[in-house]
């Protein structure tokens, strides 16, 4: 891992979450990381929207960040149940997660909504987490670099910087399942990820790129240690404390 890309540990609480277990919970995660006194690596987490406001509130002065999970491409009006970017960041989120395998499942995101996405982000002052990843026919067929490429390609928007960008590989298949690629397979990823961001992105040496999928505290240090892998987006590990600050103590 460069030491020019200060890792990133990111939780992704999915629809999870009542407000009393989980204050607990990032209550819990914001003294973990007040204790360890990191300043060389990043604490995320990303709760429901519903809990944003508050959680922004119990880890405030701890160092640990809040981010949305998704948003939507404009800035207001009539889009029914959906949530603005520039809202996310008025409840006190710095990060939104864009490009979720489950959102391209379940709501039909393309890679053109994807970077509208990721550029509504821009507009709103937030960091763009976009996600990219290989079901598990596409591996199989021997097509993963290829939909890594086309998925980077289509979601990333002009004018992505280092500073303006952190993409995540999550093999579909790896996501709750609790199988992982390999470490060669990890890092081969990543390699062709950055080889594709030179065409994208000014400075793509130093774009933080974090492996997800069936990440926990027992196989994180193997995960974070391949090459080019600049941190992690935690699901289910990131609904315990311990389990969540043990992978953070890993990066
Ligand atoms: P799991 O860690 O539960 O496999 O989920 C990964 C993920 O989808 C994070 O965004």
Known sequence: MARSRRPLIAGNWKMNGLTADALALAGSVA???????????????????????????????????????????AAS??????????????????????????????????????????????????????????????????RTLTVLETQLKGSVPAGATAARLVVAYEP????????????????AAHAHIRRVLGGLVPDANAVRLLYGG?????????LLAADDVDGALVGGASLKADEFLAIAKAA
């Open 214 to 222: 069936s990440v926990k505290g027992s196989n994180a240090g193997e």
């Open 31 to 73: 003294e973990g990381v007040k204790q360890a006194g990191w300043a060389d690596r990043e604490v995320l987490i990303c709760p429901p929207a519903t809990l944003l406001i508050g959680i922004a509130r119990a880890v405030k002065g701890s160092g640990v960040l809040v981010g949305g999970q998704s948003c939507h491409a």
């Open 77 to 142: 009006g009539a889009h029914t149940g959906d949530i603005s970017a520039e809202m996310l960041r008025d409840a006190g989120a710095s990060h939104v997660i864009v490009g979720h395998s489950e959102r391209r499942t379940d709501c039909g995101e393309t890679d053109a909504v994807v970077r509208a996405k990721a550029e509504a982000a821009w507009r709103a002052g937030l960091l763009p987490v976009v996600c990219i990843g290989e079901t598990l026919a596409e591996r199989e067929a021997g």
């Open 172 to 187: 579909v298949w790896a996501i709750g399942t609790g199988k992982t690629p390999t470490t060669a397979e990890v890092a």
